[in-house]
Every structure is written in structure tokens, then in C-alpha cells.
């Protein structure tokens, strides 16, 4: 139970101390709760009396049994978090928090269907920090061939990632200079973008980034992340993959002509990259040098592209979909009692992290019809546990596998 408090709290974003505040404040009672009773519970010292957990889960808006569901999926790798070191750690914990919500809701999911099986390519890269640039470069295309992909444009990064079994969240994470994070739960990955970018294209980047660091980062220890300077090159090496990844050097080279920010215009529309991004990438590459690039930044900001790059509609935010549609599968194949007790979480939550309409669950729903990924049912003779059963493997990516009628 300690463990699941510690995380709901985490999750809402609450020290200790203002856990014990607010849960005193809903009594009239003379007995405080005081911080130090929290930490008491959180190390497992004592146990909240049933009427201080009940207040407890009013607090943090979950069901009591939230605080006793076993924690049996493997505990997150560290987590890469894209924030500015000024932002405060109580807010990328909390979406860190919540990211591993979104991975233990997935974990469930996983018992009782045969969610996307993880298909990712594994590097041994003991020593990140010696990675050079053009090694980053191989690595990304690498994982394009792994994948399947040639040199061009990728359609939807989001669907992709989905498709090779990451979780990916998109929802808001309360603070505009977190981007977004990522970790790894066993085999598999998590990543967590944030809602609030206007821009397709730089999203795109943001999920791109988050490979990278999945890609590179794999054993890199949370330790290390506290030290600025190891933080900053890991941060620009998953910058590096990501321009690698969306745009790869060989098709850089040969379709980006002029470096201008005219001319970088239809190769947004194609790449659904930003300007700013090729303007970085041509730096990167040696196409430019820095004083171009810093001219063509000023001329950037002068023209309000900063605020509002062209095109920025024609670039579609994607949207993750995976949890959504096995959400739905469940509700529609099972019941929405049957999902509810699979996942002890409100419904506010379920619908922040996965996407899913709030009506899914009322009685009168429509009956919601799937589109792409791969989802059904185990059977009763399947182990209830990962890996996924690779009956599945079959199907090919986006296929439409209709609702097993029960
Ligand atoms: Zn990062």
C-alpha cells in the first residue's frame, strides 16, 4: 500500500505536508494529520485507519482499492524528462508519476488482450557519452531498417511507435516548458508528450527525441541525469537522433537545395518537420556555417515564425491510440464494470492519459468501432501475462481486426 500512496501523491503533484493539510481540512476533528504521519504511512512505519485512507482517497480522487492493487509490472528504467532544469521536480515527477499510470494501466490491458507486441531494435551502448554524431546517425538509420523504414518521410511518428508496442500518452502536463519523458517498463516503453503544443511538426520532433533517448539511454543510471553537464549531452543527443530519425542525412543532402526560409517551406509541408528544425539540422551537417545559421534564427524571429511558423495546420498533432482502442475493446466486449474493476482509477484520469470519451462508460454508449492496431482478446488458455501471444504477429500493421462477439 506505502508504494501506491507514495505514487498517487506524487501523481497529484503534493508534498507530504500538504497531503496532511488538505486531508485534515475535510474534518472538523481536533487531531491534525500531520506531515509526519504521511511519511509514517509512506515508509510503512503505521497504517492509515480506515476513515484517514478513505480521506486520503478523497484528496488524491481515487478509489480505496487504487491503494492496494499489486504493483507487479516491472518498475520504470530511468526517466528522461524534457524539461529546463528550472522546472520544479514536484511537476516532472508528477507527470513522471502519471506516465507510469499510463504503463500500469497498459500492463493490466495486457492480461486480458493481446496488446501490440514491442518490436523495438536493442543496442549495446554501455558509454552513451562517446557516442559521436555520426554514430548517432548510423544508430537512427539503423533503427529505420529495423523497422522497415527507407529514407523518406515517416508518416505518423506517433502511430509508428504505437505500432512497434510503445505506450505513448499525449495529455496536458502543467507546466509549458515540459515537453515530454520517457522510460522503459521491462521490455516495454512509455512515452509521454505534452498536449499543449499547438505545433504538429515540433510534437513529431518531441516523440522522435523520446526514441532517441529509449535508443541511446537505455543504461544510462538516474544518477547520472543530476549532473547538468551528462543531463545536456544526453539531452543533445536525443536532439540529434531525432533530426537523424525524422530526416536522415542522405535525403537531407540531397533535397534541401537552399538553406532559406523560403525555401524550407514545401519541405516542411513533405518532412511535417519545422523550419527551425532544418534550419539546426543544416548546421548540424555542415551545410551551413554557424554565422548563416544565426542569421537565418534572427531573420526567424524578425518574421514571428517563432510564435507561428507557416503551415504550422497543415502538420497534424498526432494522437496516440493504442490504450484508447483497448480501453474501448474492453468496454464494448466485456462491460464497463469489468473494465472498472480491471482499473482502479477515476475516470477523469483514464480519460487524460489514454484519450478515451468520457461517455464510454455510460450505459448508452455507442457501440465504438476500432480502427488500425491490432487488438483482441486472449483466450481463456493464454497465459495472463506478457509476452503478447504472437498469434497476433499475423495481422499486419493497420489492419482492421473486428470485436471478438462474446
Ligand atoms: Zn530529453
Redesign the pocket.
Known sequence: MRTRLIEAREARGLTQLALADQVTGLTQEVTRLTRSGIASFELGDSTPRPETLTRIATVLGLPERYFFWPDNAPKPSTT???APRSVSPILSTRADRQAKWAGDVASELSGVMGLQKVDFPKFDIPNPEALTGERIEELATQVRRYWGLGDGPISNVVKLLENKGAIVVRCELGEPRLD?LSHWRGERPTIMLAADRGSGARSRFDAA??LG?LILHRAVPAERLRNGADWRL??DQ?HRFAGAFLFPQSAFMEEVLLVDLDALQPLKLRWKVSIKMMVKRAATLGLIPPERERHLMVNYNRRGYRLNEPFENAVEVEKPRLLKLAIELLVNGRGPDAALDLLPYPLSDLERLTGISPNLFSKNHGAVVSDVIVLSFKTPSEPPSEPTPTRHERGTLGEIVPFPRR
Open positions: 528522461f524528462c524534457r515530454g527525441h523520446e533517448h544526453f539531452e536525443a
